[in-house]
């Protein structure tokens, strides 16, 4: 640790938390000499002594130090705990740094957040980059998605060694493309988040039916191994295999089953539903999958009305392969609805915000490292890069198709839920959504009836243009005038 020494670090990393240090561990791999700091500074000895030993990764003592071990224009990339630690930093660090100077957060910070940042670290001269960064502890050492947006100029500077370090798909393209200004890199990172929460549960829903069906674990297991070599080819499906196979130390039974059913949640999910709803985008499998996990983590609550309310029972199908093929379809078609969801949210986001994205690079950046890596995101890339202003998923040929193909084994299997009373809120809301957005008609002139019944809101005509407004006197009390409490 020095003060004094020359300027010789490509980037500085704030933050010796296991991401930081994998992080810092994988630039240092790839070439790249790395100064490290962090708030408590005996990590920092901690790791210059431990794991750091023998790379190119420079300890700091300081902020200061930390700055002046860096090349210009100096790169400092903050993996602190989202949200006020990476204000505090911002502040301290600017004082220090030169017009030009770049900071990056790669933390999991809120959108919002990192739109502000851009714009207030321009206001000073310096570069802010909010960047995802998707893959655990295990990709952030050997190959993570990385997503950055923010001030683009900064992006020439910086992407040498985000590419050097990211996932590479495809005999070499990395998994870390430029998204867009300000906090479009952190959105994209969320999206992500929010449809690994409906992946996830999907595939929860297709175990639940499958043990109803009368599969053990390690079967059903053994059926998640071989949805793996086909369209459904991810890594969430290849852990659930593995972990279906898992038996239990203490207990001999397989782990899942001793495991107990109450999920947690650190907000992202909620995050990207709630960006749903204020881009007025309907992504309801992704929030279903947020509101399974706040049902089930009521589990006192569930174990007490099980013994007041009661359903039916779920019939075993009296053909099991082919009950099993069709919870696979099912799965796979709800799959697509939830990914139309989380791009369509992309879209109508991006246009509030005045951004482009380029949504075939996205489908690219999560191809590999991150955990919604499939083989499945090849033909996204492909039905965006076909048709860049593709307006949903599932009218794109390939999935268009697909879905086709699927559905009658979707509304099977989800008929055969409600039936056998196994709750599937993602699978049967992402047939809703389907069944919705292929709708030309939907009940929506009765509720505009309502509305204008009771508030007199007014409403559009079928038989005249859009944007004319009409009112009518629907008892002979309300009177002609329309609202002017509301808009229509
Ligand atoms: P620490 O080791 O000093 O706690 C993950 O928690 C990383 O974020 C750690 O490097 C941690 O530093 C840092 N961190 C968390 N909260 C912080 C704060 N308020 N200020 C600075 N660093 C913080």
């Not at 023998?54 to 400092?76: F, H």
């Not at 207030?120 to 502890?137: D, K, M, N, P, Y």
């Not at 043990?211 to 297991?221: C, D, K, T």
């Not at 990207?272 to 509101?291: C, R």
């Amino acid at each position: 640790m020095t003060s004094d020494a020359a300027a010789q670090a490509d980037i500085g990393v704030i933050g010796l938390a296991v991401m930081g240090e994998n992080l810092i561990l994988n630039m240092a791999s790839r070439g790249f000499t790395v100064a490290a700091f962090n708030r408590t500074v005996s990590k920092v000895t901690a790791f210059t002594g431990g794991r750091a030993v023998g790379r190119t990764i420079v300890g700091a003592g300081s902020l200061e130090d930390l700055v002046a071990l860096l090349k210009p224009p100096r790169r400092v990339m903050l993996m602190v705990k989202a949200g006020a630690a990476v204000d505090e930093f911002i502040t301290l660090l600017t004082p220090l740094l030169a017009p030009g100077d770049i900071i990056i957060d790669g933390g999991n910070s809120h959108p919002a957040d990192s739109t502000r940042r851009t714009r207030a670290l321009a206001e000073q001269g310096l570069l802010f980059i909010g960047t995802g960064v998707s893959g655990g502890e295990e990709g952030a050492l050997t190959g993570p998605s990385i997503m950055p947006g923010g001030n683009v100029q900064a992006w020439p500077a910086v992407q040498p060694i985000f590419q050097a370090i990211a996932a590479k798909v495809d005999g070499g393209a990395p998994c870390c493309e430029w998204v867009g200004p300000e906090g479009a890199g952190h959105f994209v990172k969320m999206v992500h988040n929010g449809i690994e929460y409906a992946d996830m549960q999907m595939i929860a829903e297709s175990y639940q039916l499958l043990r109803a069906a009368g599969l053990s674990a390690p079967e059903a297991g053994a059926v998640f191994a071989r949805w793996n070599e086909g369209e459904l080819h991810s890594y969430l499906i290849e852990i659930t295999a593995d972990i279906l196979s898992k038996v239990d130390d203490v207990t001999g039974q397989p782990l899942v089953d001793v495991i107990l059913d109450a999920a947690g949640q650190k907000g992202t999910g909620k995050w990207t539903s709630v960006a749903a709803l204020d881009a007025g985008s309907p992504a309801a499998t992704i929030t279903e999958a947020v509101y399974a996990r706040a049902m089930s983590a009521l589990k006192a609550e569930r174990v007490a009305a099980s013994a007041v309310l009661s359903g039916p029972a779920f019939a075993a199908p009296a053909d099991r392969e082919a009950f099993v093929e069709q919870v696979r379809q099912a799965l796979y078609a709800s799959k697509i609805a939830a990914y139309a969801q989380g791009f369509q949210l992309l879209h109508l986001s991006a246009q509030d915000a005045g951004w482009t994205l380029d949504y075939g690079q996205i489908a690219q950046m999560w191809r590999g490292g991150c955990i919604i890596r499939a083989a499945f995101l090849d033909r996204i890339k492909d039905a965006y890069d076909a048709q860049p202003a593709l307006a949903n998923l599932l009218i794109a040929p390939y999935f268009r198709d697909a879905v086709h193909g699927a559905q009658g084994a979707w509304r099977e299997t989800v008929a055969a839920a409600v039936r056998g009373g196994v709750p599937v809120p993602a699978f049967s809301s992402a047939l809703a959504y389907f069944d919705a957005y292929r709708s030309a008609a939907l009940p929506a002139n009765l509720l505009q009836a309502q509305r204008d019944y009771f508030g007199a809101h007014t409403y559009e005509r079928t038989d005249r243009p859009r944007g004319e407004f009409f009112h009518t006197n629907w008892t002979g009390r309300g009177g002609n005038t329309a609202s002017t409490t509301y808009t229509a």
